[in-house]
């Protein structure tokens, strides 16, 4: 089977969908599903876009990610620290640690990220947690909840 990329990172029979189905703690970012588990390989590959101005979740959870930067680039929060990330790079974000991506240097951040279908639900900062987090500063000056 092959899923033919169209141009411009979007790809036949494949829709754009939000980022997340609720939520407002993320901004102008979308979602492709590029392969949704078959066989004995129940993993989700999806393709996200963050726009100049855009970031991902802040969030955690038991589940891994294994992200793969397509396109652009931008800068990740990730455990205690905040990382420039470029074209090519890959990220692993292991279970339990914060994570954030952003499309902070002046242009778009597409990557792929892969997932177990059957994942636990992100967790969310709670205020305790924020202010754990902001007392880095340049983690408070990053993050975006
Ligand atoms: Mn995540």
Redesign the pocket.
Known sequence: MITRHTGDFKWEDVSVLAYQETGTNFKSITRQILFNGLGDLPCQLRYFEVQPDGYSSL?Y?EHV?LVLILRGKGEVFLGDSIHAINQNDVIT?PPNTW?QFKASRGDHLGFLCLVNVERDK?KLPTDEDLQELRKNPEVAAFIRS
């Open positions: 969030e959870h990610h974000v994570h992100s």
